[in-house]
């Protein structure tokens, strides 16, 4: 395979408040256009290493690489949508949406004109001058979605986007998920404790389990481009989904 676009080696981190280790020796490779889902209990470390993907924590040993060099402002070269939406309740979708190109300095009326392009593929036609608080809970991660594409970046980090969507709203904001993945050609990771949406949607998971973590555990999905949610119910996936969800649950039970 071609080299990673985002790569681990050996990193170490524990918070600073914290003796208690998080990551102990952690390598990973992810390679351009894959979706990487990382699944894992709550507490176990999956927004950590977003933070420390972007840089807003740096390891204490080991190196964190993107298209194999040491960047330290990483924050400006990945999307990022934290796990929380961060709309301004106050802008509208249209001046939300522009806020990372206003940051890199682009004339408000040209950066406006560039997400009103965009509005009809997010499904937020005719919302532009909508308020985030008058939004379906679709809307707003379509919203903050648009924001992260903006950012220019090929790496999208995407911190449980979907989670407190109902069912139905969240398989349709999958399905849309990846038909923009295949559109754009990025490199997705995405964090969920939702065992079917990462078998949906990922080319390989990454299961975090007991902490700190020396490894982390891969699965590949044996399942080709396009696929349809029936997909996964097909028998080799329900073993894999059981064998997931035993790996997971043998965290939780020590
Ligand atoms: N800023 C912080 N300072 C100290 N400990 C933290 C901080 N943020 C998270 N933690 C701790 O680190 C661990 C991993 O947290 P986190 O990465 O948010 O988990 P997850 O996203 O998997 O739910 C948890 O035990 C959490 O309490
Ligand atoms: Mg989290």
């Known amino acids: 395979m071609n080299k990673p676009v985002l790569e681990f080696n050996k990193v170490i981190f524990h918070y600073k408040n914290s003796e208690a280790p998080i990551l102990d020796g952690i390598d990973l490779q992810i390679y351009e256009n894959e979706f990487i889902s990382i699944i894992g209990p709550s507490g176990s470390g999956k927004s950590t290493i977003f933070r ?6 740096v390891p204490f040993k080991g190196s ?14 990945v999307g990022y949508m934290p796990q929380q939406d961060l709309l301004m309740p106050w802008r509208t979708v249209l001046d939300n949406a522009i806020l990372p190109l206003e940051i890199k300095g682009i004339k408000k009326e040209i950066a406006q004109a560039k997400v009103r392009e965009l509005l009809d593929d997010f499904g937020l036609q005719g919302q532009e001058n909508a308020l985030p608080g008058n939004l379906s809970g679709g809307m707003r991660q379509r919203v903050s979605f648009l924001r992260t594409i903006l950012s220019g970046s ?6 449980e ?60 999905i044996p399942l080709g481009r396009p696929r349809t949610i029936r ?3 097909k028998s080799e996936m329900v073993t894999l989904k059981e064998k997931l969800i035993d790996q997971l649950r043998s965290k939780v039970s020590k």
């Not at 964190?64 to 070269?77: C, H």
């Not at 990462?198 to 902490?211: E, T």
Request: aromatic share 8%; net charge negative; proline share 2%.
């Open 154 to 159: 090929n790496i999208l980090l995407l911190d």
């Open 161 to 220: 986007p979907f989670s407190a969507l109902d069912a139905i709203t969240r398989l349709t904001m999958q399905e849309w998920l990846i038909e923009q993945w295949m559109k754009r050609k990025k490199t997705i990771l995405f964090i969920t404790h939702d065992v079917d949406e990462a078998l949906f949607l990922s080319d390989r998971i990454f299961v975090l389990q007991q902490k700190p973590h020396t490894f982390i555990q891969e699965v590949k």
């Open 231 to 233: 997909d996964v119910s």
């Open 52 to 57: 420390l993907i972007t840089g807003l924590e």
């Open 64 to 77: 964190i690489l993107l298209n194999g060099e040491n960047v330290t402002n990483r924050l400006g070269a």
